[in-house]
């Protein structure tokens, strides 16, 4: 799974799910156990239990960073080709 970022313990990953169950563009973060699936467009939970400061830190990373998820969302999900991904910046 690219990862594509890591800020305050909270790792963000995307990869490419061509026929995959989630059919928005969404990422996957982690915290400690905590495992979860955000909606890039809304920056909403859609699966998952996260802590809610942490939840809190990704919807903000996620509106700061909409345009770069999408370009990776793109890029990853081709239906022919090589995807490729790139890191995205934490919050500071």
Same mark, same amino acid.
């Given at each position: 799974?690219? $990862? *594509?970022?890591? =800020?305050?313990? %909270?790792?963000?990953? #995307? !990869?490419? $799910?061509?026929?995959?169950? @989630?059919? !928005?563009? @969404?990422? @996957?973060?982690? !915290?400690?156990?905590?495992?979860?699936? =955000? +909606?890039? $467009? &809304?920056?909403? *939970? #859609?699966?998952?239990? =996260?802590?809610?400061?942490?939840?809190?830190?990704?919807?903000?990373?996620?509106?700061?960073?909409?345009?770069?998820?999408?370009?990776?969302?793109?890029?990853?999900?081709?239906?022919?080709? +090589?995807? &490729?991904?790139?890191? %995205? $910046?934490? *919050?500071?």
């Amino acid at each position: 799974m690219p $990862e *594509l970022c890591r =800020f305050l313990g %909270i790792v963000i990953y #995307m !990869y490419r $799910e061509i026929g995959g169950r @989630h059919h !928005y563009p @969404h990422i @996957h973060a982690s !915290y400690g156990d905590n495992k979860a699936v =955000f +909606n890039i $467009e &809304t920056a909403e *939970l #859609m699966e998952g239990k =996260f802590p809610r400061k942490e939840r809190k830190l990704v919807e903000a990373w996620i509106e700061l960073r909409k345009d770069k998820l999408r370009l990776n969302w793109s890029s990853l999900n081709v239906p022919s080709g +090589n995807p &490729t991904f790139f890191k %995205i $910046e934490p *919050l500071q």
